[in-house]
């Protein structure tokens, strides 16, 4: 199945993709479908009120989650070009809600930064409480995959050791539009799936998650170790080599640019790049 959240009438409606059309399944949000047992059979049978997909509103998939955890330095060709060695162990950040916005919404360019770059990443949508999970529990924790741009501010990301500050700024990280289960994807909850992302057409990365150094069961097992996962929880797993950052000379988002970040199977995060409003 292809689960989204859909910006309807003032609200939000869960939906699952059927053809062209996007199917109400009864509760506001995936976040909350996730919450429910036996939501995947829910899903399944729901018959509700159709919207079409063209022209469709997409929130982020889970627009609430309780965490956002981040994996840095997990593909290979990445860590290389930032000049680093291969980690022992996974590199992790958090992000709060309020970062995320939907699959066609603009990104929010503030003006403390000088140096706005992108990051395309393959994000684990949880669907079931657990904590130190293993193995086939980890596998059934995963209820499928999303796209991520952990969109980041590179200079006051590295003001200091710890990354945070530059990872979680407001209306800045696009997830979506599709939460896709891993039945129907390669490799299933290890799935082996292009990654893009363009900038006005200019591809800057292109590699496959194949490259990941911890995949999807891993980041569960390990994440789920420190804090308890609950349905709807994300883990971004990491970007590709070909950040703006790494690049000689150095590129970054200026304003006015649109990013594309998409993932064979999954779908497209197509976003505008704005000055972000004084509050």
Request: glycine content about 12%; some cysteine.
């Amino acid at each position: 199945m292809k689960l989204a959240t859909l910006r309807s009438g003032g609200a939000t409606r869960a939906v699952k993709l059927d053809g062209d059309v996007l199917v109400d399944l009864g509760v506001p949000d995936v976040g909350t479908l996730l919450e429910r047992e036996g939501w995947a059979e829910r899903a399944a049978a729901a018959s509700g009120p159709a919207y079409p997909v063209e022209g469709a509103d997409f929130a982020p998939v889970v627009p609430r989650p309780s965490k956002v955890v981040c994996v840095g330095l997990n593909y290979r060709n990445h860590i290389q070009e930032m000049g680093r060695d291969l980690p022992e162990h996974p590199t992790l950040f958090a992000k709060f809600a309020d970062a995320l916005i939907g699959a066609t919404d603009d990104i929010a360019r503030p003006g403390e930064t000088g140096a706005f770059d992108w990051e395309v990443e393959l994000a684990v949508v949880v669907g079931a409480p657990v904590r130190r999970a293993r193995g086939a529990e980890a596998e059934r924790a995963i209820a499928g995959f999303t796209v991520l741009n952990d969109i980041t501010c590179r200079d006051w990301q590295f003001r200091t050791r710890e990354w945070f500050q530059g990872k979680t700024w407001d209306s800045s990280t696009p997830v979506g539009p599709y939460l896709v289960t891993p039945d129907e994807l390669p490799g299933g909850v290890r799935p082996a799936l292009d990654v893009r992302l363009s900038v006005d057409g200019e591809v800057m990365q292109s590699d496959t998650t194949g490259d990941l150094l911890f995949d999807p069961v891993h980041l569960v097992e390990y994440v789920s170790t420190v804090v308890r996962l609950n349905p709807g929880d994300l883990i971004a797993t990491g970007t590709p080599g070909g950040v703006g950052h790494a690049r000689r000379p150095e590129r970054y988002l200026l304003g006015g640019e649109t990013v594309v970040a998409e993932i064979d199977g999954i779908g497209r995060l197509e976003n505008r790049v704005v000055k972000e409003k004084s509050a």
